[in-house]
């Protein structure tokens, strides 16, 4: 990573950066920062312990992924999906994961039910728990680890992206307990992988999103100014 002087960036400035911007991610993902939160390079700064520039960068990286929205003289504020675009981008991890499916059986082994199988024991934990961030993040890795099992990782690379994008669009129109994806969807895929029925399988999938998105709520909330040092203290020492 170079500076606007041509020179590259030190790897601690680096790993500062990449923390920063990982700590943010995961605190919009997982709905601790909620859609329309604003972002305020001035308190970011000082609860991470770096420069307002610095914050400007991992800020401006997260507008590049369109997880959160900067505006001239207003800042910067996480993203809000409107009703059109949270539909496209369902519509669009269901069209690329429906399609990659035929690949995902082609090189389907035991150890990936395995591992899938995991995922949904860990997800209906966190259900039970009400433990929103953990079903979250079971939920994401369950997609991206099936879709993964095709050895496609462009594919990979671009689920993960919308599998955050879809973390927006449930907290901006989910219920208030609704935590990524029901689980016994999940466990009616594995079975399907096991049986390596296409057909039904493909049809459950589309069937899954088709649910998803016929449980949103299209209400809007408004916007907040999170607790920033209950969320990083601390981490401006890292």
Do not use: Y
Request: proline letters at 5%.
């Amino acid at each position: 990573m170079k500076r606007e002087t041509g020179l590259h960036a030190s790897p601690e400035a680096e790993d500062k950066e990449h923390f920063i911007w990982q700590s943010l991610m995961t605190a919009i993902v997982e709905h601790q920062l909620p859609p329309g939160s604003k972002l305020p390079e001035e308190a970011l700064a000082e609860v991470f312990g770096v420069s307002r520039t610095g914050i400007r960068k991992v800020l401006t990286r997260l507008a590049t992924v369109q997880m959160i929205t900067m505006t001239p003289r207003r800042g910067a504020f996480v993203a809000t999906p409107d009703v059109e675009e949270s539909r496209a981008i369902f519509a669009t991890r269901k069209m690329i994961e429906c399609a990659n499916l035929p690949f995902v059986l082609e090189h389907l082994q035991p150890p990936h039910l395995a591992g899938l199988e995991s995922i949904v024991s860990e997800e209906d934990e966190a259900h039970l728990a009400h433990d929103g961030a953990s079903a979250l993040r079971c939920s994401a890795a369950f997609h991206i680890q099936l879709q993964a099992i095709s050895g496609n990782a462009v594919l990979t690379e671009m689920l993960t992206r919308l599998t955050q994008r879809s973390s927006l669009v449930i907290a901006t129109w989910g219920a208030p307990w609704q935590r990524g994806c029901r689980c016994h969807d999940h466990a009616t895929l594995i079975d399907l992988l096991r049986r390596k029925d296409l057909a039904a399988l493909t049809h459950a999938m589309e069937h899954h999103f088709d649910d998803i998105v016929s449980s949103l709520r299209f209400e809007r909330g408004g916007e907040t100014l999170p607790d920033f040092a209950r969320l990083f203290g601390g981490m401006g020492e890292n």
